[in-house]
């Protein structure tokens, strides 16, 4: 019995992994579900980007609402690329990985931090230098 429990546990495991090489959340190979990374900054706003400009860097697929946008992308991803690959930021302050709603977000200090919702990111707002600095203890080993 110990061995089936074992086994269906690491099953679960895997199986709760696959699709993911760990570094960036995509669904179906996208980032940010296909919207734009570089539209939180320079709108202030969540933009679904286009087939039309499309990026692939560090293995995934980025969108981008406009060329514009993804030059400014392509001269520096790291800063138009969400924290902890895109996962929700809150999830992994409290060490594990959730996906994201485009839609809740926050930028601090010039850095897009994604959140599972719009509730889990009043959360994440009332105490993001404490959660950021757990996040960025936890995304070490959670990569």
Known sequence: MNKFVIFLASMVFAISGFGQDGTYSTTNGVAIKGYDPVSYFTE???VPGNDANIFEWSGVKWKFSSESNLEKFKGDPLKYAPQYGGFCAYGCSENHKSPTDP????IVNSKLYLNYN?????MWIKDTAIRITNADTYWKSLK
């Open 44 to 46: 202030g706003k969540a």
């Open 103 to 106: 839609n809740a977000f926050t």
């Open 118 to 122: 719009l509730k889990v990111k009043e």
